[in-house]
């Protein structure tokens, strides 16, 4: 059985910083793609960053040079690091883990199979 657990969200005033993890148990994918995702309300659930088995990574526009995702392969772990937060990037943050292959890009919510509960991050001016 799969599960992903995010921990680490709150509440920040702009410019702050916040970092964010979720533990995964359970995967079998030979290569996988761990990834965050955001939904803030009334708005479409969409990619933030994603990185693949080997240790790539991709990150979307809006958080580029603010947002580092890494793993712990050994704690199976996944981590993203948020600075220079803005009120824009409040949303509930998700994790997700998909296979490698192509289905849809590392930022698609199509990629992904599991997702984990969501953790809520809301950043004030």
């Known amino acids: 059985q799969v599960q992903l657990v995010e921990s680490g969200g709150g509440s920040v005033q702009a410019g702050g910083s916040l970092r964010l993890s979720c533990a995964a148990s359970?995967?079998?994918?030979?290569?996988?793609?761990l990834g965050w995702f955001r939904q803030a309300p009334g708005k479409e659930r969409e990619g933030v960053a994603s990185?693949?088995?080997?240790?790539?990574?991709r990150y979307a526009d809006s958080v580029k040079g603010r947002f580092t995702i890494s793993k712990d392969n050994a704690k199976n772990t996944l981590a993203r690091q948020m600075n220079s937060l803005k009120p824009e990037d409040t949303a509930m943050y998700y994790c997700?883990?998909?296979?490698?292959?192509?289905?849809?890009?590392?930022?698609?919510?199509?990629?992904?199979?599991?997702w984990g509960q969501g953790t809520q991050v809301t950043v004030s001016s």
């Open positions: 359970g995967l079998t994918y030979r290569r996988y793609l």
């Open positions: 997700a883990a998909g296979p490698w292959f192509w289905r849809g890009g590392v930022l698609n919510t199509a990629q992904y199979d599991y």
């Open positions: 990185i693949d088995s080997d240790g790539s990574t």
